[in-house]
Every structure is written in C-alpha cells, then in structure tokens.
C-alpha cells in the first residue's frame, strides 16, 4: 500500500468514529420510554446516584446514636423510622446504604434526607416491588407513610438504556 491509501484509510476510521460518537451522544438526550407497570416519580427529577448539593446539611451524625428511630423531615410532616444510621453495616461519609442485594441498592443521604432505589437486575417491576417492600421492611413504615418522603427509584442507563435517566418514584404513591 501506498502512503496515501494508508492516510485514507486512517481518515476515513476516524471519520466514521466521530460519526458514531456523535450519534451515540445525540441520541442519549432524548427521553427514554417507560416500562410497563412504571412511571417516573412525582416530583419529575432525574434520578441521579449523588446527593444534590446547595442543601445545608442537617445535624450531624453518627453510626454510634442511641436513638432506635430518626425523625425525617418530610413534604408533609416529618415521620419517625427505623434509625438507619445505627443499623447500617455500610456507613460512608455521603450516607448509609439500607438494604442490597443482586437485584437493588437501597441508599440513604442524610444531608438531604433523600432514599434512592438503584434497581440492578433487568427483570426491572420484579425488582421494583422487592426494593419497595424491603424499603418498608427496614424503615419499619407503612406505604402511606413511605409516601411522604422522597425516595428517588431509577435504572442505570447501564442495565438498561431506555428506562435510565428518569425518576420513577414509588410504585404505590399517587402522583401530584
């Protein structure tokens, strides 16, 4: 081969990378569809797995409070669970982790008083359901009681694409 076939070839790669990274970008801006038997949460956020920021922090804590309960402020009013920092086995500096398993992650940020449900298994309304009975398990709370804090339920866009990038919320709480 000759240098400019070598050159040409070299070009026309790179051309058709930047084409398909291109594409790839533009295409995971658009809205992703909802899976059967899911909706996004209510209040419309896109789930994310970090804690927003701006958010003063609250009291401090520690995985050694004598408290059985926490009080978690709440849309409306605040409401007393299962103290999830003393009980936790996971405790990092953003927050606790509730409950795991091959199917979800439950999470806890304290300094948002946010819960966040990462499903990780792709039959997603199986392991919907699990993470949200699991959720009321370890809180020790009614799903009405459940409803009135904010709980983030979301799908890495890893496991699947076009159900990542939205909040879909509680399964058993009425949207606004």
């Given amino acids: 081969m000759n240098k400019k076939n070598i050159i040409f070839i070299i070009v026309a790669i790179l051309f058709v990378l930047g084409l398909v990274a291109a594409l790839f970008f533009f295409l995971s801006g658009e809205e992703p569809d909802e899976a059967p038997g899911i909706r996004p ?3 419309g956020g896109t789930p994310s ?8 922090p ?6 050694d409070q004598e408290e059985d309960t926490l009080l978690i402020p709440a849309r409306e009013g605040d409401v007393e669970v299962r103290n999830v920092l003393k009980f936790s086995s996971e405790q990092y500096d953003w927050g606790v982790v509730v409950a795991r398993s091959d199917a979800y992650t439950i999470v806890y940020y304290p300094e ?13 309304q199986k ?5 949200e009975a699991r959720l009321l398990l370890e809180l020790n709370i009614e799903k009405l009681e459940a409803c009135k804090l904010t709980v983030d339920v ?10 990542a990038g939205v909040n879909y919320g509680l399964s058993f709480c009425p949207r606004p």
Avoid: K, M, N
């Fill in 58 to 63: 609250p009291p401090p804590y520690s995985s």
């Fill in 112 to 124: 948002d008083f946010v819960f966040s449900i990462v499903i990780e298994d792709p039959d997603i």
């Fill in 41 to 43: 949460g209510t209040d």
């Fill in 154 to 163: 979301a799908v890495p866009v890893g496991l699947s694409p076009e159900h």
């Fill in 49 to 56: 797995a970090f804690p927003p920021s701006g958010t003063p």
């Fill in 127 to 131: 392991s919907r359901e699990e993470a």
